[in-house]
Structures are given as C-alpha cells and as structure tokens.
C-alpha cells in the first residue's frame, strides 16, 4: 500500500511567533501509529524534545547517534523528563521526523524513533522509550535551549494500520 494513503493529516501549524513549545492536544486514538514532521530552526542551537500527555516525570530513556561529515558520536540517557528528538539551528532549516509507535495501543510503551537533519550541522537518529501504557493524547513538541523560531512547521499524522 502506498504511503499517501496511509499517512492522515491530524493538525499543522506555521509558528507566527517565536515560542518555547506546541502542544498537539485531543489526538485521537484512531490510528496506530502518529507521525509529526517538523521543519524549523531555533535562535541558537537548541535540542528539541517531545513529552508525551503531559508527562515530565523521569520516564523517558533515550540513545542518539549522530555525525558531522567528519565525526560521529552516541550517547544514552534513563530516567530523564522527556524524549530528545533532535536539534534545530540558526541555520539552514532542519528537518525532523518523529514517529511515535503504537501510540493507542494500551498495554505497551510507546517506542519514538526519529531523524533528524540539519545541512551542514549534523545527522542524527533517536530512539526513546516512554514507560508508560497510556494512550497518547497529547504531544508537546519543545526547544531545550531556545525558542522554535518564527515560520516552524509541524505537521502531526496518523497512520492507519496497513
């Protein structure tokens, strides 16, 4: 089945002002899977998370991969606040794609695979693990470090089972 017919436009949004956050709020639970898609820069370097219902209790675990053209690294966190997803610059735009599985499935965690891209910055790719069963129905998408800038957009999808 080809993916145009599987990915549902939930929500997007273009940021008019520079802001800290933005909450995809009353998702519903009629998909499998969700997909949220962003394409931004922030003031200055700055990691990008998401948190899941509102949630910022140490539930989250994470490991990251990343390299420059020149050099790569990892690195592993548990027991932190939210899920990290990536990083957004000044410049160029980055790209990120979040996917957030069995986000309605009731009696798993949530596994959130990501990819993120900043030309001439970095290449990375996430996985975090939010230990919770609750099914998803709120995603805070956030800068760590600075504001997400004026023109961001993000695009949150459900995704139909195939």
């Known amino acids: 089945m080809p993916?145009?017919?599987t990915?549902?436009?939930i929500a997007t949004t273009t940021l008019g002002s520079?802001?800290?956050s933005y909450t995809f709020s009353s998702v519903p639970s009629s998909?499998?899977?969700l997909i949220l898609v962003a394409n931004g820069t922030?003031?200055?370097p700055s990691d990008l998370g998401i948190i899941l219902n509102g949630d910022t209790g140490n539930n989250y675990s994470a490991t990251q991969i990343i390299g420059n053209g020149s050099s790569a690294s990892s690195s592993r966190e548990s027991n932190v606040g939210s899920a990290k997803v990536g990083t957004f610059y000044s410049s160029p735009?980055?790209?990120l794609i979040i996917n957030i599985m069995n986000y309605s499935n009731s009696t798993t965690y949530k596994t959130i695979l990501?990819?993120?891209?900043?030309p001439s910055n970095y290449t990375g790719a996430f996985v975090s693990l939010?230990?919770?069963t609750a099914t998803v129905t709120s995603v805070q998408f956030y800068g760590n470090n600075d504001n997400l800038s004026i023109g961001t957009t993000l695009t949150l999808y459900g995704i139909t089972a195939a």
């Open 130 to 132: 939010w230990r919770n």
């Open 42 to 44: 922030s003031a200055s």
């Open 31 to 33: 998909y499998t899977d």
């Open 93 to 95: 735009i980055g790209n």
């Open 3 to 5: 993916a145009g017919s």
């Open 114 to 118: 990501s990819r993120n891209n900043s």
């Open 7 to 9: 990915y549902t436009p």
């Open 18 to 20: 520079a802001v800290r």
